[in-house]
């Protein structure tokens, strides 16, 4: 009878420590497929074609958080691009069309005027470049067939002379800084986008060495 009983105690060690060492191998291989999971998903961006990634960073110039799409991080570039556009969207609609400008309202001597700073961060948005074009266009018709000769060179640009023909509602003072602001702030954080585009593939990488 002791014998029964002693292998009866022996055997039941062997089972509890198998039951243990299978939920600790399901536990690593769970922990092991999270890892790998991570990894693939590092892997995918850190596999982007070069040229893939420069058209990205392209497109992201020209509409915010495009680039992002493009590469497959489709929920970061929506999120990013609706952001942006609405501070660059909300700093036309309270100055006008007026605040997207590459020139000084203040012209030296001569009448040129020079380049306007603020100017630099509206640009980091293309569509800056196409606004700023059709608002010289529309200065240089006003200039040409409204503005009469008793007004100096200067007086032709900012603000505009005869406000009743000008072909916008020009914004002054605290309102047309202010579209400035959010429209230069907007392009800021788009070169903050971009640049986030340029090492995107280089921290997937690193990513999954991490991982292994």
């Known amino acids: ?5 002693a292998q009866t105690t022996s055997a039941s060690p062997p089972t509890a420590d198998g039951e243990v060492n299978e939920i600790v191998i399901e536990a690593v291989a769970v922990t092991e497929g999270t890892s790998r999971g991570g990894g693939s998903k590092s892997k995918d961006v850190a596999g982007v074609h070069p040229i893939l990634h420069v058209l990205a960073v392209l497109l992201g110039w020209l509409l915010p958080g495009l680039g992002h799409v493009l ?5 970061r570039g929506v999120i990013l691009g609706v952001t942006i556009l609405m501070i660059y969207l909300g700093g036309i609609f309270i100055g006008g069309i007026g605040v997207i400008d590459s020139q000084s309202p203040e012209a030296e001597d001569g009448g040129k005027r ?3 700073l603020w100017f630099l961060g509206q ?3 293309a569509p800056s470049l196409g606004l700023n074009i059709y608002n010289h266009h529309l200065q240089e018709v006003y200039r040409d067939e409204v503005l009469s000769e008793e007004y100096s060179e200067n007086d032709a640009w900012y603000p505009f002379v005869d406000t009743a023909k000008a072909p916008y509602e020009p914004s ?5 800084e202010q579209g400035l602001l959010y429209t230069s702030l907007a392009g800021l954080l788009n070169l903050l ?3 986030d585009l340029v090492f995107l593939e280089h921290r997937a990488g690193a990513t999954e060495e991490a991982w292994g």
């Open 1 to 5: 009878m002791p014998e029964p009983t």
């Open 71 to 75: 590469i497959g991080k489709a929920a």
């Open 172 to 176: 002054f003072s605290k309102t047309h």
């Open 193 to 195: 986008v971009l640049i």
């Open 123 to 125: 640009a980091l948005i």
């Open 114 to 116: 020079p380049l306007a």
